[in-house]
């Protein structure tokens, strides 16, 4: 929210420099984004007059102006403005002034062969409105070679972030009550005009939605002439960002802005019959001020009257009933809406406002007759006109909320010592009634008080947040506990792991499109929110790979010649009896090139279904997982290739991970081009490692003796995997065989149909003493014997 250090000084009589009104804010809880100060942007401005204008004498369009800038000789100006001309007064722009509007620094230069010695500006220059077909022309007492700044009460401006739980300070008064109760200043008496009205209200006003709508005040102004609202509102609500229209829709915003009381003024020419809140029909429409349609439902509170509806109440008016500059009578209204409903109306139609922010927070329902009043002395003070008497729909909800307060609970919950009568002191200037025995009444307006502990926090609050000491936790003496949870050890292993490997960790959205989450689901009920933050992202993801594929392909789209992506997070599915269940997963996707184009290499290659299974062994030796007792098996799910994927299981059932190429059909569905490789890692199976005490590690004992290898070459049945082999032999002689590799598979000549020769290498490690050729040859029979198992016979 923005407002002017000169609206805040109408309701806060403060001394206090915008340096110390700022600390102030932030101490209690109101977060300072900016200070913008305009007298900055309006440095080298002054107030200037013209003296003489003459034609330029080699441009048809440019004067030569003589401009009196109140210091020594006139300046000599070119200037094109079509209202440029001798005696008035105007904005000139000395060399060195920086143009607000473009950024251009001013400098002495010659136009067309004339010298000009700086600028005569514009509004829209100055930023201050969208007038530019000429200069700025001051009133005749504006004194010249007067900073412009000065002149034209530039006020610095706060833009300050309103956390959701304080609609109370959603208006500039309550900014200024929180600095008086934290004694920055005193708050000024609010003067709420005394206007009976003269005869009764031209248009019956009621509320046949109660629940919606509890309350709906109004009354009808006779014969205004809406027109330009005054200058100084215009300057406030310039500062809070807001662009002024028309007086008596300047009037409603400025009420909206100061007070934090949403109202809205209707045409009364354009309404037709009783004007009232209620249900909307479903399919009913509305065209709305921003100029869109609505469709709206049953569940929506509108106020209407007998042609349609005219306004989405407590969010928009509708279009066809607004002021206009030929307005002559209005109705006003003021109304105290259900701020649930509100809020589950915006959310259906996807619409925003200022008054939507306020009533769906909580507005003051006790100033719906101060709210009208005010609203009405402005506009007649503007416009002129004659109100009605006010009509009261309905009763507002403004039965005080009392709260059994313990002034010890400060210390013990907000963690700083305030003395008792400081407390009180606090409370009665925020507005709430603090009996003898603690027994605190609260105003309507604070909507965020539920108890004792809220209480707390507004004592704290106004004393100061930057009072209350840093202290550490207890903790027992002696080394510290580790606080991360085993899982979360675990990821911060695979993910410095996975980014050591040269991967590249993504951070996914945890939604998906239904189509893209169905598509991974594997048959699986899928999460799907009521309330998701777009349509188009209401799946809740069961896997991690739909988003690091749409990251590759963003990455693609950009001329990325490949990705090499890694994600850490969950996969989220239904449980039993509809539980959630959240299961922690690594998921990764390699796309484009693997190495680019070069001199020695040639073409660029792809990344293929190994590379998937090195990065998917990789990883799950990273995370502890036994590595080498892994099957290989099929059944990756129809998302995959079948020819080129697989599973790692630890047994028939324990999948731990999935890895290889994705289906054409996956790659189609995504819109991304092939080939594509991806691998999941299913955290929560990789088994805990047993015995799992302390977190040191073993000391390191290298063996004393130096290992010794031995290859070995079988004939095999051309259908066995390698790996099989390989996990066989290893076996042969747990406590002697350290380690065995493929070095070389070879079909062809030589070797018998139907079969293939595998080499390979077998890693002997001695304990106490060197092997004996005994016992090589002993551990050797012992690897073709176990080889013989899968059908492997030693070639000859």
Known sequence: MKFSLEWLTDFLDTEASVAEIAAALNAIGHEVEAIEDPADKLAGFRVAKVLTAAPHPDADKLQVLSVDTGEGEPLQVVCGAPNARAGMLGVLGLPGAVVPANGMELRKSAIRGVESNGMMCSVRELELGDEHDGIIELPEDAPVGASFADYSDASPVFDVAITPNRPDCMGVLGIARDLAAAALGKLKSLDVPQIAGEGGCAVEIRTDDAEGCPAFYGRTIMGVANGASPEWMQRRLKAAGQRPISAIVDITNYVMLAYGRPAHAYDLAKLSGAVVARRARDGEQVLALNEKSYTLDQSMTVIADDAGVHDIAGIM????????????????????????????????????????????????????????ALLTELIVTSCGGTPSEVVRAGEAPVAPKIVQFDPALTTHLGGIAVAEDEQRRILEALDFSVGADWQVTCPPRR??????????????????????????????????????????????????????????????????PTADAEHFADGAELWV???????????????????????????????????????????????????????????????????????????????????????????????????????????????FHPGQSATLRLGPKNVLARFGALHPRTLKAFDIDGPVMAVEIFLDAIPAKRGGGGFARPAYAPPALQALTRDFAFLVPAELAAGDLVKTVRGADKQAVVDARVFDVFAGQGVPEGKKSVAVEVVLQPGEKSFTDAEIKAISDKVVAAAAKQGAELRG
């Open 317 to 372: 008016g509708g279009e066809h009933s607004g002021v206009t500059d030929s307005t002559t009578d209005v109705l006003l209204e003021v109304a105290y809406f259900d701020p649930e409903r509100i809020g589950v109306t915006g959310r259906k139609l996807g619409l925003a406002s200022d008054a939507r922010t306020r009533f769906e927070r909580g507005v003051d329902p006790v100033f719906l007759d101060d709210g009208l």
């Open 447 to 512: 909507h965020d008080i539920e108890g004792p502990a809220d209480l707390v926090e507004e004592v704290v609050r106004i004393h100061g947040l930057d009072h209350v000491e840093s202290v550490a936790l207890p903790r027992a003496e002696g080394v510290a506990t580790p606080t991360a949870t085993p899982l979360q050890q675990l990821e911060r292993k695979l993910r410095r792991a996975a980014a050591a490997s040269g991967l590249n960790e993504a951070v996914t959205w945890s939604f998906l």
């Open 529 to 639: 929110l009521d309330n998701p933050i777009s349509e188009d992202m209401k799946a809740m993801r069961p896997s991690l790979i739909p988003g690091l594929l749409a990251a590759a392909k963003r990455n693609a789209d950009r001329g990325a010649p490949g990705s090499r992506l890694f994600e850490i997070g969950r996969r989220y599915f239904r449980g039993k009896g509809g539980a959630s269940d959240e299961r922690p997963t690594l998921g990764v996707v390699l796309a484009g090139e693997k190495t680019p184009r070069g001199w020695s290499s040639g073409k660029p290659a792809q990344f293929d279904a190994y590379d998937a299974k090195a990065a998917a062994m990789a990883l799950l030796d990273a995370a502890g997982a036994p590595v080498g007792n892994l099957m290989v098996m099929g059944e990756a799910g129809e998302q």
